[in-house]
């Protein structure tokens, strides 16, 4: 059986991919990004495969990889591409069948952006989400603006029903982890440090800290 997990959050640069190969190596889990948009450093899944450590996860090639960084809806103008969330739950739909219903099998999602990015001219990463009907882990970076935009995503979270199973926090700026929590009502899952070297090392040692309390949120 697949257990989704979808990660996205309060914007661009916060911490998702990082919080993602957390994850995978945590669960042991698949990974797949369907929109990378930018990849002139590397895309996120290469990036994902070389900082987990286990030998179980698949990380699957992503369905649009759009050379422009830049907004996934502009990025796929810019290549006369149009992002059909149709033929991303189709894809999706086709991973599913490579797993026993037997068994539980995470696969971790990482979305493009913030929650509200457009992925084309009429839908975004939350349109996204509802199509796939997953559970949500919301990723925040602590720094100076951090609260609007963490409880703008909440609101939306909320407004169009989605299951927000909690938030992972990254960075180190004051204290507004506690106060997000309270005023958006999402549980705190874990809360990663800064470090100015991410490595194998630092995700085995961050994914081995929450791996147990992990499961009860999903």
Known sequence: MTQPIFITGIGTGIGKTIVSAILTE??????WKPVQAGFADGTD????????????????PELYKLSLAASPHIAARNENVTIKLDLI???YGQLCTHYSPLTTHYLIIEGAGGIMTPLNENEFVINLIQKLNTKVILVSRNYLGSINHSLLTAAVCEQKNIEAVGWIFNDQYMNYENEIVQWTGYKKIASIPFTKTIDKKFIKEEANKFKQSLQQFL
């Open 45 to 60: 899944a290469l990036q994902i495969k070389d900082l987990i450590s286990n030998s179980t996860s698949v990380i699957h």
């Open 89 to 91: 739950v189709e894809k």
């Open 26 to 31: 945590a669960l042991h889990a698949d990974y």
